[in-house]
């Protein structure tokens, strides 16, 4: 037995969670911690189409492994089946489960003891813990089957995300921007979210993470007011593009592009590597900006904004927030609190990113 407990301590590190755009940004910390400690790629199992552009290639990742839903009956879920093979095939291991419900009996169905796994649910948060420093604590707590077998994780850790782009996403990025005929210097708007784009023929005021287009419109015309040089790309889905539209007719902006159905993952993390800001509701591309360095302002409802800083503790990001009857509520928030938390932001910059060359 203690022959099989060694050579499953020897197996890379293994980690499960399904999260959403964001949600995946954020466990690079995890990941990296992890890469670091064990000294090899570390196996994901993951969920949603954004999680390969995100996570391949990730010098952290060993090898990527999705499943499309995980409530589906097992029986009738060929993913899930095939992934249960692939964790028999692979052999236990050190395992980081990060996630809820149903994916910590696909483990179980793959050969992977309980005594093999840190599980995220039996830790809770620490009062005042960012999701970075959480993922570098639970990256050096050690499964109770392996203590003493695998080497402890060194003392500090990066408190920020960290994601990695190939070069042929920006150079299909460059393509992209000549077909556009956007030129550098540049900054991106992504006013919108999920929660607007599902309400589709319904009024937008309402959902989780809306603000007032006008409002929208006073901070893109304080923007232009203090970076007349800059071209403006607004993203987020086809589902958006009305919400963008319309910010950009009110504020009579010139020079703003509305890419929203335009930008597939890579090459929005191409756009954003480059960007010299980011203003955006607290949402996947905010997370994914502040960890490519582009200086993030985010716009936080009811979510706790330190818990969810975009990309993590140590990231170039500004949070910001209201209140509304007494609530924490992202209609509390008036324009020139952004605009104040934007100037903010790149004034710690210097002078070269704002003419666009940091």
């Not at 840190?118 to 604590?137: I, V």
């Not at 392996?146 to 042929?168: M, N, Y």
């Not at 589709?200 to 409002?215: F, T």
């Not at 597939?264 to 509701?281: D, H, K, M, W």
């Amino acid at each position: 037995m203690a022959e099989d407990i060694t050579q499953a301590a020897s197996r890379a590190p293994l980690v499960m969670r399904c999260g959403a755009f964001g949600d995946m940004v954020l466990l690079t910390v995890l990941l990296t911690q992890l890469r670091a400690r064990f000294g090899k790629g570390v196996d994901v199992i993951a969920s949603g189409p954004w999680c390969e552009p995100l996570l391949a290639g990730h010098p952290a990742v060993g090898r990527l492994i999705l499943v499309r839903s995980r409530r589906t009956p097992y029986w009738l879920s060929r993913d899930q089946q095939a992934l249960v093979s692939w964790l028999r095939e692979r052999g236990a291991g050190p395992t980081w489960f990060c996630d809820r419900g149903e994916g910590r009996s696909l483990l179980a169905r793959g050969g992977i003891p309980g005594s093999y796994v840190c599980d995220s649910t039996q830790y809770p948060f620490l009062s005042g813990e960012n999701f970075a420093d959480r993922y570098l604590r639970l990256g050096a707590l050690t499964p109770a089957a392996f203590e003493g077998l695998i080497p402890p994780a060194a003392p500090g850790g990066v408190r920020a995300a960290h994601l990695v782009l190939a070069q042929s996403a920006r150079e299909e990025l460059d393509v992209w921007l000549a077909r556009r005929r956007i030129a550098a210097p540049w900054m991106v708007f992504h006013p919108g979210s999920r929660h607007v784009a599902r309400r589709r023929l319904r009024a937008r005021a309402g959902a989780a993470k809306y603000w007032p287009e006008e409002r929208w419109a006073q901070v893109l015309r304080a923007v232009r007011t203090h970076s007349p040089h800059h071209a403006i790309v607004f993203s987020g889905t086809r589902a958006e593009e009305s919400l963008n539209e319309e910010i950009i007719r009110r504020s009579g902006v010139t020079n703003v592009y509305n890419a929203a159905g335009d930008l597939p993952i890579t090459r929005l993390l191409a756009l954003l590597e480059r960007a010299a800001s980011l203003i955006a509701v607290d949402t996947g591309p905010a997370h994914a900006a502040a960890a490519l360095g582009c200086p993030t302002v985010a716009l936080f409802g009811h979510i706790d904004p330190w818990l969810y800083r975009p990309g993590g503790a140590s990231t170039p990001a500004a949070t910001v927030t209201g209140t509304l009857d007494g609530k924490p509520s992202i209609l509390g928030i008036q324009p020139q609190q952004v605009i104040e938390a934007w100037l903010a932001l790149i004034g710690r910059r210097g002078d070269s990113v704002k003419s666009g060359n940091a």
